[in-house]
């Protein structure tokens, strides 16, 4: 019976350490999958700041990190008037609109070249004694010419009639960039939308992992969980964290980018968001007690 023991805990004793072997190999394993998740980031983070280097100059600076919060609220909540805006006055409608403008004066120009022309000139000469006058004189001549076009051989009507085709061709553009600018519109509300409900989302879920690694940690001092338990708590917590963060980004930029397609990206709606962020009551509970 003794022998029995024996080989009975010397079993119980190999499958333990054959269970902490596995955990090490685990723990391991994510800590190499953590290591390259950093050094892609670091990677991604030095593109981003040669790009920005490249629009603003090389003295960039240091970039100030995205305080604790949810997300921008629009005003209006509402997707039409965005869309209205942005068919109204989006960059891409102005030009269109320029365009067609310009066409309009091209066609208006091709047709007044059947219309007679008048050239007036006049010349102010004066002349002194040198020229062979007995006193200083002045000669004043004036001259108006009127030409009056008969026949061209059809290039006039061909001139007007490419005009006219430059202009349909404007305003077909015109209306393609009205409903690019509808559709663009639309598209950056609904990501700005889908973005704050995923950032709310998060945010309970970044609250839920919190509460779990509090309740490991206590297991862990209780006996009822192990240190690996601890560690693979921390990791859900922090890849929690991390979406909620990088969705926060992401509703940003894409609040940024629906007001520049509706034409109203400048710093005073800067200093909006930046008001909105930065506010004392914009913080989650989770931000400022971060294990």
């Known amino acids: 019976m003794q022998s029995t023991r024996t080989w009975r805990c010397s079993r119980g004793a190999k499958t333990a350490g054959e269970a902490t072997l596995v955990d090490v190999r685990d723990g391991e394993s994510s800590r190499a999958q953590a290591q390259l998740q950093w050094l892609d980031a670091q990677t991604q983070a030095r593109l981003a700041n040669a790009a920005l280097a490249r629009l ?17 609220q629009l ?27 310009i066409a309009r004066f091209d066609t208006e120009k091709a047709r007044a070249a059947r219309y007679p022309s008048v050239d007036l000139q006049v010349t102010h000469t004066p002349a002194g004694a040198a020229g062979g006058y007995a006193r200083p004189t002045t000669t004043t001549t004036g001259m108006l010419s009127v030409t009056i076009p008969l026949y061209s051989g059809g290039e006039i009507s061909a001139k007007v009639d490419e005009a006219n085709a430059l202009q349909d061709k404007a305003r077909d553009e015109l209306d393609a960039a009205v409903r690019d600018a509808g559709a663009n519109a639309r598209d950056a509300w609904l990501r700005v939308n889908s973005g704050g ?34 560690l693979r708590a921390t990791d859900a917590f922090y890849a929690s964290r991390r979406d909620w963060i990088r969705a926060r980004y992401d509703t940003v930029l894409a609040t940024l980018k629906l007001l520049a397609q509706a034409s109203m990206l400048d710093l005073d709606e800067v200093g909006r968001l930046n008001t909105q962020l930065f506010a004392p009551d914009f913080a989650p509970s989770h931000a400022s007690r971060a294990p």
């Open 75 to 101: 005003a209006p909540l509402a997707v039409e008037p965005w869309v209205t805006q942005a068919q109204a006055h989006g960059y891409g409608v102005q030009i269109g609109e320029m365009a067609l403008q």
């Open 197 to 230: 409900m995923r950032v709310s989302a998060l945010d309970d879920v970044v609250r839920r992992a919190q509460s779990a690694l509090e309740a490991t940690r206590i297991g862990q001092r209780a006996g009822s969980r192990t240190t690996y338990d601890v």
């Open 56 to 72: 603003a100059g090389p003295d960039v600076g240091p970039l100030a990190a995205l305080p604790p919060g949810g997300a921008p």
